[in-house]
């Protein structure tokens, strides 16, 4: 039997509650499987800043370098900054100190939530948007300048290595996917036609597919790939982009399958993985239990399929499909309502179906 070291770092607001509403779920999967959960929760967020001066203490910092996996709340609170004015996003140190160079953003269209396209083929949307989260023009991130009032400038960094990885990244998760009835496609999207950089990231994606034949490599400038997630999502599989074009990708791509409370994500790089709800602390609902906690449930599950790929325990894979079909088919039911959508149930109400379902 093994057991899984699990860092948690529940945050502020609705963070701690949608965690909350995660952990029994995922205990319930473990009970009586080859495997076992360890849970340890960390302090951190704008609370604790406000309480302490520290935003991510070291000690929460070490247990999350030292756990197998983090799974996240939330953190920020728009009232609580730094003295430069700028917000509490200990995510982002956790991002740059443990080299999670991968967000990895699924956008699936779940039975029974209400989607902004009419076309019945959205129903079939279920595409994974990678973005590089180390480079790409977010490398200017506090380097910025600014030339007196005439002027500013923000420079993109592409690298050999940034881009192999990420390209690396993509195509395995492809084939991952692919074994399991995908179409094992990748997508590099780019501007590669205008700019030097973009190329750059072109030419290395090209070389990283032509590494692996068992998965077909395409290209979709940015200004199509924007288009066409509104035209036709249903074609596209996995994609991988620059940072700057995956932060906006990945919230359009949100935006087409439903709520925030539906969205899941990974941070991940070659030896941690960070799993979190996309949405924030979301100050106007916390502490109403008005949170929809299945984004929560969902990263849950993928951080469960990433430490199956990790230590071969194939009965956590299963355990996270287990999780996205329990999910599945509470909202197929039409039963739930997410205050989300206008309707009245809360996160006990959401949770505890999922987890009766099991
Ligand atoms: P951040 O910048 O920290 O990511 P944000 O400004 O994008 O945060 P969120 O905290 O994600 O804001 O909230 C955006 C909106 O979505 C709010 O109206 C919030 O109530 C709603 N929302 C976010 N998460 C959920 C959830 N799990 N369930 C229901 N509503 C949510």
Same mark, same amino acid.
């Given at each position: 039997?093994?057991?899984?070291?699990?860092?948690?770092?529940?945050?502020?607001?609705?963070?701690?509650? @949608?965690?909350?509403?995660?952990?029994?779920?995922?205990?319930?999967?473990?009970?009586?499987?080859?495997?076992? *959960?360890?849970?340890?929760?960390?302090?951190?967020?704008?609370?604790?800043?406000?309480?302490?001066?520290?935003?991510?203490?070291?000690?929460?910092?070490?247990?999350?370098?030292?756990?197998?996996?983090?799974?996240?709340?939330?953190?920020?609170?728009?009232?609580?900054?730094?003295?430069?004015?700028?917000?509490?996003?200990?995510?982002?140190?956790?991002?740059?100190?443990?080299?999670?160079?991968?967000?990895?953003?699924?956008?699936?269209?779940?039975?029974?939530?209400?989607?902004?396209?009419?076309?019945?083929?959205?129903?079939?949307?279920?595409? @994974?948007?990678?973005?590089?989260?180390?480079?790409?023009?977010?490398?200017?991130?506090?380097?910025?300048?600014?030339?007196?009032?005439?002027?500013?400038?923000?420079?993109?960094?592409?690298?050999?290595?940034?881009?192999?990885?990420?390209?690396? *990244? %993509?195509?395995?998760?492809?084939?991952?996917?692919?074994?399991?009835?995908?179409?094992?496609?990748?997508?590099?999207?780019? =501007?590669?036609?205008?700019?030097?950089?973009? %190329?750059?990231?072109? =030419? @290395?994606?090209?070389?990283?597919?032509?590494?692996?034949?068992?998965?077909?490599?395409?290209?979709?400038?940015?200004?199509?790939?924007?288009?066409?997630?509104?035209?036709?999502?249903?074609?596209?599989?996995?994609? @991988?982009?620059?940072?700057?074009?995956?932060?906006?990708?990945?919230?359009?791509?949100?935006?087409?399958?439903?709520?925030? &409370?539906?969205?899941?994500? &990974?941070?991940?790089?070659?030896?941690?993985?960070?799993?979190?709800?996309?949405?924030?602390?979301?100050?106007?609902?916390?502490?109403?239990?008005?949170?929809?906690?299945?984004?929560?449930?969902?990263? %849950?599950?993928?951080?469960?399929?990433?430490?199956?790929?990790?230590?071969?325990?194939?009965?956590?894979?299963?355990?996270?499909?287990?999780?996205?079909?329990?999910?599945?088919?509470?909202?197929?039911?039409?039963?739930?309502?997410?205050?989300?959508?206008? &309707?009245?149930?809360?996160?006990?109400?959401?949770?505890?179906?999922?987890?009766?379902?099991?």
């Amino acid at each position: 039997m093994r057991t899984f070291d699990i860092a948690v770092l529940p945050g502020d607001g609705i963070g701690p509650e @949608v965690i909350d509403a995660t952990l029994p779920i995922l205990e319930r999967v473990a009970h009586g499987a080859p495997f076992a *959960f360890r849970f340890a929760s960390h302090p951190g967020g704008a609370q604790h800043y406000q309480a302490t001066g520290q935003a991510l203490p070291e000690a929460t910092f070490e247990s999350a370098r030292r756990a197998d996996a983090i799974l996240f709340g939330a953190m920020g609170w728009p009232a609580i900054r730094y003295a430069d004015g700028t917000e509490i996003a200990p995510q982002l140190d956790l991002r740059e100190r443990l080299d999670l160079y991968a967000g990895v953003r699924p956008a699936r269209a779940l039975p029974g939530i209400p989607l902004p396209l009419a076309d019945p083929r959205a129903r079939s949307i279920d595409l @994974v948007v990678i973005r590089e989260s180390t480079e790409g023009l977010f490398a200017s991130r506090g380097r910025g300048e600014v030339i007196g009032d005439a002027e500013a400038r923000d420079t993109m960094v592409i690298t050999r290595r940034g881009s192999e990885r990420i390209a690396e *990244f %993509a195509f395995r998760l492809a084939a991952r996917r692919k074994r399991r009835g995908r179409p094992g496609r990748v997508t590099c999207v780019d =501007k590669a036609n205008v700019f030097r950089s973009m %190329a750059f990231f072109r =030419k @290395v994606f090209d070389e990283v597919a032509a590494r692996h034949p068992g998965i077909e490599g395409r290209h979709h400038y940015i200004d199509a790939t924007a288009l066409d997630l509104v035209r036709r999502p249903w074609e596209f599989d996995v994609l @991988v982009t620059e940072n700057m074009f995956g932060d906006i990708l990945s919230d359009e791509t949100a935006a087409l399958v439903g709520g925030m &409370g539906m969205a899941p994500s &990974g941070d991940i790089g070659d030896a941690h993985g960070l799993f979190q709800p996309c949405h924030g602390s979301a100050p106007d609902i916390a502490g109403e239990g008005k949170a929809n906690p299945t984004a929560t449930v969902l990263s %849950a599950a993928m951080m469960l399929d990433w430490l199956a790929d990790r230590s071969g325990e194939e009965a956590l894979a299963e355990a996270a499909v287990r999780i996205e079909r329990a999910v599945d088919a509470v909202f197929a039911s039409g039963r739930l309502a997410p205050y989300e959508f206008g &309707g009245r149930d809360g996160t006990r109400a959401i949770a505890g179906a999922i987890a009766s379902h099991l």
